[in-house]
């Protein structure tokens, strides 16, 4: 994809509860992300966010290399740190007020494994034929994730006000649990989703709608600038 500077609306329902920004950018052989968000109106006053997502992905392989998430709520915060070393993939999960256990670096025992980043450009990498389902195994910081993508063919839907050709992928989620033999769970909170990437050769996300058990959620693309300085 060419790099970009995009700004996403995200809400419950159909009532806008978020903004979401994100910066994609090339180093060499190396994809980087900057992203920022958090709530906004009524919804803030109801559950207060803020978050930074910085990523770093190798650009032949899509394999992680670093991720540094920090998730602030009102009373208090996550710092999700992800390594990638010669013996696999290291985590450190930090809370403040800090508990009774310090953090921890913790090697998470299952490969191949990506980052939320990298999975996400390996899934845009794929070739998206009617039919086909593309699975990878994502950790988003806490748990990891068998996801399976079934590609269910292009179609047409307005983005920002603007009809845009799309692929759509029916999204499915498997909580792995690694003290259970990597046997697969059922994620307690997802019910099904879907995604929506541009049908071009950059194949931005457009929109994303999923079902969970407060109902339906969704994050669409507001704007878009190519090649930003």
């Not at 190396?30 to 006053?45: P, Q, V």
């Not at 991720?67 to 709520?73: D, I, M, N, P, R």
């Not at 985590?91 to 256990?101: F, V, Y």
Request: positive net charge.
């Amino acid at each position: 994809m060419r790099p970009f500077e995009a700004e996403f609306r995200i809400g419950w329902s159909d009532l806008e509860a978020a903004k979401a920004r994100m910066r994609v950018s090339f180093q060499g052989e190396t994809i980087r992300l900057n992203g920022s968000g958090g709530t906004n109106g009524l919804a803030r006053l109801l559950w207060q966010l803020d978050a930074t997502l910085e990523a770093k992905t190798s650009k032949p392989d899509f394999k992680t290399i670093y991720s540094l998430q920090v998730e602030k709520y009102a009373n208090r915060s996550i710092t999700t740190q992800i390594v990638d070393r010669p013996d696999g993939i290291w985590r450190l999960r930090e809370n403040a007020p800090q508990g009774e256990n310090a953090a921890r670096w913790k090697r998470i025992k299952i490969a191949p494994l990506r980052d939320l980043f990298s999975g996400m450009l390996f899934v845009r990498s794929q070739e998206f034929t009617p039919g086909k389902t593309i699975s990878t195994i994502i950790f988003p910081g806490d748990s990891p994730f068998l996801v399976e993508l079934k590609c269910l063919g292009t179609e047409k839907i307005p983005i920002a006000g603007t009809p845009r050709d799309a692929h759509k992928l029916d999204v499915r989620l498997h909580r792995i649990n690694l003290k259970k033999g990597e046997t697969l769970e059922p994620h307690g909170k997802f019910r099904s989703g879907t995604v929506w990437l541009s049908n071009d050769a950059d194949r931005i996300p457009l929109r994303a709608e999923v079902d969970i058990f407060i109902g339906y959620v969704f994050a669409e693309l507001e704007s878009i600038n190519f090649n930003p300085r």
